[in-house]
């Protein structure tokens, strides 16, 4: 460990400031930088350096900066909350204004069917790029709609359902969770 004294010459490690020590105050040392301001750094923020501005390193700080970098500390990933940890990786909205530019001219019969063929090819591309979670999102309404899913679902063996998140959803949604082989 590196000891200093009043009237040192130090440099800061990750700046450009250097000085001579005026005051030290255990851990804390206080330096008069070149510019003449007084700057206050822990011990361990600052090296000695010598009366010809070479920086002094003795062979037991180049060992331990070269244990430090052989043993990286392991990085933490940002933790995810268990709400989003659950949530759906794909969401389907059926509402037939997201689907056509324009309902003039349509049926309730040919929109149905519109939003059913929707939710059957967003079904098959679930499975098929083994998505767990989806959320189809059919509103509120008469519940024609929930019922034809409803029917479309049962004809799958390898899948559940149920009413989506009430808070993120309301009650005009259906999550699907697909059971992987």
Do not use: C, W
């Amino acid at each position: 460990m590196t000891v200093f004294r009043l009237g040192d010459r130090v440099e800061v490690l990750d700046d450009t400031l250097s000085g001579i020590i005026i005051e030290i105050n255990g851990n804390e040392i206080i330096f008069e930088s070149k510019e003449g301001f007084e700057l206050s750094y822990l011990k361990k923020e600052l090296v000695k350096i010598g009366s010809n501005d070479e920086i002094r390193v003795t062979h037991a700080d180049v060992l331990k900066a070269k244990a430090e970098k052989e043993n990286p500390k392991k990085k933490k990933l940002p933790s995810q909350n268990k709400k989003d940890r659950n949530a759906p990786k794909m969401e389907v909205d059926l509402h037939i204004n997201q689907l056509v530019k324009s309902t003039k001219g349509l049926t309730n019969h040919e929109m149905l069917n519109l939003q059913l063929e929707t939710a059957k090819r967003q079904l098959e591309f679930a499975m098929r790029k083994r998505i767990q979670k989806v959320v189809f999102i059919h509103g509120v309404g008469a519940g024609v709609l929930k019922e034809e899913l409803y029917t479309l679902f049962r004809r799958h063996e390898n899948l559940k359902y149920y009413d989506a998140d009430y808070q993120k959803y309301g009650t005009g949604a259906t999550e699907v969770y697909i059971f992987q082989n």
